[in-house]
């Protein structure tokens, strides 16, 4: 059983649709992120959040717009997708950034993404 | 910034054989490497990880990799595969110090087993 959750496991939407994505830890790390993956390819940096702030954005379209509400969640909100963004999109979190260089991340089984 | 290279982005082996994926890092500091394995429709767990207490890293599900400072390598070896360990592997770097503590992913190795 993986310790950080992910819901939906699934989710098909249209162009105009407004969906989010949830992520829940409750390990007390302290950093939290948004990953991309396509098929058999390594996960894309989308976001990350430090102490509930928002600390890394890889210049990801507007239509992702990730937030924090606490020290355990982390939504992904989207709206007017494209269907290049279909992909799973994995949650991951991480002690604290000071002590984050030899801390091994911990991921969620992910979001199933398909725009129609 | 640091980068790995993954060397043969499939390797496929028989049951019972021998696993080796490879992962060589750039670097001039040693930083810490991982490895994590991926099974279809999950996200990535973590097999193993160096962080410099000692080279030879024993992880999960019989999985080990040696630090090889002088090769710059991290590779993964299995004695004996089995079929269960049909999955994506990922090595992984960190900096030792100073910069992004955001680890960067090698392209990944698709390991294949035979019966």
């Known amino acids: 059983d993986t310790e950080v959750t992910q819901t939906p496991k699934h989710l098909v939407m249209g162009m105009t649709n407004k969906k989010s994505l949830k992520c829940e830890q409750h390990m007390g790390h302290r950093a939290m992120y948004w990953y991309k993956q396509k098929a058999k390819k390594p996960p894309e940096l989308m976001f990350v959040y430090s102490y509930e702030k928002l600390s890394i954005n890889e210049s990801v379209p507007s239509r992702f717009s990730p937030e924090c509400p606490n020290s355990s969640l982390l939504n992904l909100h989207l709206h007017a997708l494209q269907p290049e963004d279909s992909a799973l999109y994995l949650c991951a979190s991480s002690q604290g950034e000071l002590s984050s260089y030899n801390s091994p991340l911990h991921f969620g089984n992910g979001t199933r993404l398909t725009v129609t | 910034a640091q980068s790995v290279t993954q060397l043969g982005s499939h390797v496929s082996v028989s049951e019972g054989a021998l696993v080796l994926l490879r992962c060589n890092y750039s670097s001039s500091v040693p930083p810490y490497l991982f490895w994590y394995v991926q099974y279809p429709n999950q996200g990535l767990q973590l097999l193993l990880k160096y962080t410099s207490a000692a080279t030879l890293v024993k992880g999960i599900n019989g999985f080990e990799a040696e630090f090889k400072k002088s090769e710059t390598s991290f590779h993964l070896t299995k004695p004996s595969a089995h079929m269960s360990d049909a999955a994506e592997y990922f090595c992984?770097?960190?900096?030792?110090?100073?910069?992004?503590?955001?680890?960067?992913f090698g392209r990944g190795t698709s390991l294949i087993v035979h019966p």
């Open positions: 992984a770097v960190t900096p030792a110090s100073g910069g992004s503590y955001i680890p960067t």
